[in-house]
């Protein structure tokens, strides 16, 4: 089992910059492909980015693709993403979630989901 916690989320101005940290306990992080998701009210949840167990791969959203960017400290059990030229429709509950899996990293189904952080991008 893994716990995934989000932080880092808030409420900022379009073009600032906020970056995201998903941290767990346990010395299994290391072993989990790991990814970020978000959902905005009335949408469906959508893939951000992912990252392989390594932080050999990264993978994005074309939407965020040049402005976010997905990296991993496996020795402190956390997943970063930081997103900078932050737009409103940028606003969503960011998700974390990993897999043990490496395929699929966008559209494969992920094993442990985080609670979620809530990011609101104001214009």
């Known amino acids: 089992q893994v716990q995934l916690v989000e932080s880092g989320g808030g409420a900022v101005q379009a073009g600032g910059s906020l970056r995201l940290s998903c941290g767990t306990s346990?010395?299994?992080?290391?072993?989990?492909?790991m990814g970020w998701f978000r959902q905005a009210p009335g949408k469906e949840r959508e893939f951000v980015a992912a990252?392989?167990?390594?932080?050999?791969?990264?993978y994005y959203a074309d939407s965020v693709k040049g402005r976010f960017t997905i990296s991993r400290d496996n020795a402190k059990n956390t997943m970063y993403l930081q997103m900078n030229s932050l737009q409103p429709e940028d606003t969503a509950v960011y998700y974390c979630?990993?897999?043990?899996?490496?395929?699929?990293?966008?559209?494969?189904?992920?094993?442990?989901w985080g609670q979620g952080t809530q990011v609101t991008v104001s214009s």
């Open positions: 979630a990993a897999k043990v899996v490496s395929l699929q990293m966008i559209t494969g189904r992920y094993d442990y």
């Open positions: 346990g010395r299994t992080f290391r072993m989990y492909n």
């Open positions: 990252i392989t167990w390594s932080g050999g791969d990264t």
